[in-house]
């Protein structure tokens, strides 16, 4: 058990076979962290050892930026360790598995339910924090890249209007001109209790600054906005999403540069 795990079950992730994923390198090599290494000049072993480190490094970066994130504990070589998020040696479901009809889905949240209106609401507000706050597109944002758990068992949960439960800092409130159109989140012990969606699988997120960022998070946002659009509720558009994310306003944290200096040392 890492002493940093508070008793909490903790989970381990594996990296074995860097062929899983092509394109690899273009989530490496345009991100000035590795700017003295090319991913492609590596032997197998380097890179699936970058790659971990890196998807420790941005949850580091995520998780201390308030964005809801499994708590990274550490990673050595090729594995990583975090945070267990689930129940009863249970994971957690993805957004995907939730629903219910011909997908699959566990029936958890039937299609029109409010709850989905709280759960883009989350999923907005994180992409939004993990942009200004971590400085960090995500880059694979989808139904299969999002869990759904008790906000009891996040660390940086959300309250109502997007503001951290748990962790200091200022505040990221939905701005109501810009979503209006799906709503308004109360402060509730039923929303206190309830859901929250958590971003995972961070090995390809960028710096805002990547030179392909604005491309991956127009499709991060274009993905989630054609899956929720399916679960019958009403959303932005794309245009309005990207909108929201990039469109500074008080009570950002987004003082500093976009640099690691956030980023914990790994515990070997």
Known sequence: QNPTSDGFDVAIKVFKRIQEFR???????????????????????????????????????????????????????????????????????????????????????????????????????AIKRLYWCAHLVHGDISEYNILVCPMSLVENAFEGGGRRRRRGGGALGLEKDSLSIIGEEKETKEEKDGLQAVLIDFGQA?????????????????????????????????????????????GDDSDGDDDDSDDDDDDD
């Open 206 to 250: 960028v710096e805002r600054r990547h030179p392909s960022a604005h491309t991956y998070l127009c499709r991060d946002l274009r993905l989630i906005r054609e899956f929720f659009v399916k679960q019958g509720i009403s959303t932005l558009s794309i245009d309005e999403s990207e909108q929201f994310i990039v469109r500074e306003q008080s």
């Open 23 to 125: 394109g690899r390198g273009e989530y490496i090599d345009g991100d000035s962290r590795y700017s003295r290494q090319s991913f492609h000049k590596l032997d197998q072993r380097q890179q699936i050892e970058v790659w971990t480190e890196k998807e420790y490094r941005n949850l580091v970066r995520a998780n201390n930026a308030g964005v809801p994130v499994p708590t990274p504990l550490s990673c050595k070589k090729n594995v990583l360790f975090m945070r267990f998020l689930g129940e009863d040696g249970w994971p957690a479901l993805q957004l995907r598995e939730i629903g219910g009809g011909g997908g699959g889905g566990s029936g958890l949240v039937r299609k029109g339910s409010g709850k989905w209106t709280e759960l883009y609401c989350q999923v907005l507000v």
